[in-house]
């Protein structure tokens, strides 16, 4: 009960990741470049989404989560407020999310449960923790910054038919290493977009853990240019569950003062 | 228990249907059915192996551009076959107002204040009813009638201004001894209302508020009236009390650290009447940290301090002994100091399809306590199960030694649309 139904974020905050890339294309590029461009170019100035989150079980079962976001880059284009309201199922409708991203320190979160009748700050969340309970971890929707891996470029070769880089990145350090529950990500970045089409994680023993597929990159600021994936889907090799989330409306470039991102917005059922 | 399933499927295969689905989402309605098996009734009259049901609807209409409100019902047998009629209860009815800056909200609501867990000495404006017969916490709350006004003064800042002149106590479990005593509410008028100030920040890292409230205790003080051929006369009452309060909750990396104090000045300034609570300090501080993935503990102490105390004990004479006894137990006042500690501990497995939860009060200076674990079950997005139990210790004449009768294990089947 005590930090449930923050699932809606994952859709806002995968908004966060998804975001589209810079112009790119450069022979010349380092595997530190291509993943800074990877970066920045899911940092989308504002966009309103709606979306559905279906998380399916080894067994086949769904369950099936639906919310809307509003999400807005902050002054020094790093960070991202994100406001999520859950509409379905019954049992979260109308459950609030508001997270204010901090890189230079802990994120302030709150979380509004109908039941309660007030928000409640949240403790910063640790970047392995499940998002949710989806397969997504708070560190797979917000990307930890890029120095904190060391990134060497394997090879390129074709996802979904996209040309991508094949890049490996490895923690620079047993903090990062185990702050992220990663012992390293291979990334495919599509070379047209820089954007992330596929990513595999390896546990701290270095057995292959999750896999991320996203597609339909769409891209919703034309300069510099900014890419939204919209379609995620994540799989734990581990326990055969699988969480997919399906952008049903994206609306770029929206009025987002620093007003909607307050606990009044959330508590308004 | 069967028949409720019936009926059950029979709502539910009526939710499913599609047309009825979109209804629903249109008129922002939804709700939950429920199955409930409590091993000990909640009031305290002995009876054991309660069977009952409650349907629960909501809805959240758009009155105009910039009003809406929210109805939510609950109706419920809380023990079906056991003499205990149907009844419903209007939760929440209000009109909310947006203004740019400002929301204002006319109706029967219900108002928490505090950022403690669980415990929340600033929580003192609507009731909770603590003989419902359902499992978690926030089945306890229902409404008052009253207006509420948020002034936005900044992103970070709100003025919230609470105002009733219908004061509703909260219910709790009485002693079958206790029932044939009358109860007196205030009335209701303007000069019994009761005011609600707080200003309240979030942001920028800490989270706080200052408040001031003047109106009733939402629990009851019994009095001596005098005494007849039958015995001694009492009634039950509830007086009025003006708390000053703040909280807190502010984060250092991994941990959070929430308090709460409030100050409750009451008439009885000289600690000399047995039939009105003495004036008190009540504070709580914890923090809370998360483990591993999901593994959230919390941990608070709280004191109260009471002034001008008096041990009920030392009143020679017994009806007022008695009196003061009763009053100090409800009200946590059998000591001067008293100390306590709180702990929750929950986790999630499965992806959130399974959840743990043990909450534990300890009142180290009575040496009694109460714990309550409960293990939920998500089967899908509409079905859930629920099993978990109350258990209280202690003497008698404790906190919640005195709630020993409501121990027990109860479980939770519900559906909700």
């Known amino acids: 009960m ?56 080894d067994k086949g079962q769904q369950r099936e989560r639906k919310n809307s976001t509003l999400l807005k880059l902050q002054a020094n284009g790093i960070d991202s407020k994100l406001l999520v309201k859950f509409s379905t199922p019954a049992d979260i409708k109308g459950t609030g999310f508001l ?38 971890s708070y560190g797979d ?82 300069n510099p240019p900014r890419w939204f994936p919209l379609y995620r889907e994540m799989t734990n090799h581990q326990t055969g569950h699988k969480t997919i989330i399906r952008f049903d409306k994206i609306e770029p470039d929206v009025p987002a003062p620093d007003e909607q991102f307050t606990t009044r917005t959330i508590e308004r059922e | 228990m069967m028949l409720f399933l019936t009926a059950l499927a029979g709502v539910v295969s009526v ?120 499992p978690f916490e926030e089945d306890q709350r229902f409404g008052a009638t009253a207006i509420k006004f948020d002034a936005y003064l900044s992103p970070n800042h709100t003025l919230t201004v609470f105002m009733t002149p219908f004061f509703k106590p909260a219910k709790i479990p009485l002693p079958t001894a206790s029932r044939s005593i009358r109860e007196i509410t205030p009335a209701r008028t303007l000069a019994n209302s009761e005011l609600g100030l707080k200003l309240d920040k979030v942001g920028e890292g800490f989270d706080w508020s200052a408040s001031y409230f003047h109106g009733f205790s939402l629990l009851p003080d019994l009095r001596f009236l005098g005494g007849n051929a039958a015995g001694p006369v009492l009634e039950s009452y509830y007086d009025r009390i003006n708390v000053l309060g703040a909280d807190f909750a502010r984060n250092f990396g991994r941990y959070g650290l929430r308090g709460e104090l409030a100050y409750v000045d009451t008439r009885d300034k000289a600690g000399t009447d047995p039939g009105v609570k003495n004036p008190y300090l009540f504070w709580i501080v914890g923090i809370d940290r998360t483990f591993f993935e999901n593994l959230n503990v919390n941990i608070q102490f709280f004191q109260r301090r009471v002034r001008r105390h008096h041990a009920a004990e030392e009143i020679a004479e017994p009806v007022q002994r008695g009196i003061a006894l009763q009053n100090a137990i409800l009200d946590g006042q059998r000591d001067r100091i008293s100390n306590g500690i709180s702990f929750r501990v929950g986790d999630k497995w499965f992806n959130d399809t399974l959840e743990a939860e043990i909450f534990a009060v300890v009142n180290a200076t009575r040496h009694d306590g109460f714990i309550r674990p409960l293990l939920t079950y998500a089967f899908s997005d509409h079905w859930k199960g629920t099993v978990g139990a109350e258990i209280y210790r202690g003497a008698a004449d404790t906190q919640f030694g005195s709630l020993k009768p409501k121990r027990g294990m109860f479980a939770e089947l519900r559906y909700g649309f």
């Open chain 1, 2 to 57: 005590r930090r449930p139904v923050l699932a809606a974020a994952l859709l806002g905050v995968s908004t966060l990741v998804a975001l589209g890339p810079q112009t790119a294309h450069s022979a010349e590029l380092s595997a530190h470049d291509i993943m800074e461009k990877n970066f920045f170019v899911s940092k989308i100035k504002s966009m309103k989404t709606e979306s559905t989150m279906v998380l399916i079980n």
């Open chain 1, 141 to 222: 929707i917000s990307l930890p910054k890029v120095d904190l891996y060391r990134h060497a470029l394997l090879r390129s070769e074709a996802v979904d038919q996209h040309d991508s880089y094949v890049i490996e990145s490895v923690p620079i350090n047993d903090t990062v290493k185990s702050n992220s529950g990663y012992s390293k990500k291979i990334t495919w970045v599509r070379k047209d977009s820089l954007l992330e089409a596929k990513v595999e994680y390896y546990d701290l023993s270095g057995r292959l853990l999750k896999t991320q597929l996203t597609t339909d990159h769409k891209l919703v600021e034309p």
């Open chain 2, 15 to 134: 939710a499913h249907a599609d047309d009825f689905s979109a209804f629903l989402l249109e008129q922002r309605v939804s709700g939950v059915l429920r199955a409930d098996y409590f091993r000990s009734s909640r009031i305290l009259d002995g009876r054991a192996d309660m069977l009952g049901a409650t349907a629960q609807i909501k809805a959240l209409p758009s009155l105009g551009e910039n009003i809406d409100g929210k109805l939510e019902l609950r109706i419920a047998n809380p023990a079906i076959g056991k003499g205990a009629g149907t009844g419903s209860r209007l939760l929440e009815a209000y009109a909310t107002v947006h203004f740019d800056k400002a929301d204002l909200r006319l109706g029967k609501q219900i108002v928490a204040w505090g950022r403690a867990d669980g415990i929340n000495p600033t929580d003192n404006l609507t009731p909770r009813d603590l003989t419902v017969a359902l």
């Open chain 1, 99 to 136: 997270q204010v991203e901090h890189s230079d320190g802990d994120d302030d979160l709150w979380i509004y449960l109908p039941a309660l009748k007030k928000s409640r700050r949240l403790v910063a969340n640790n970047k392995k923790d499940s998002f949710v309970g989806t397969d997504f």
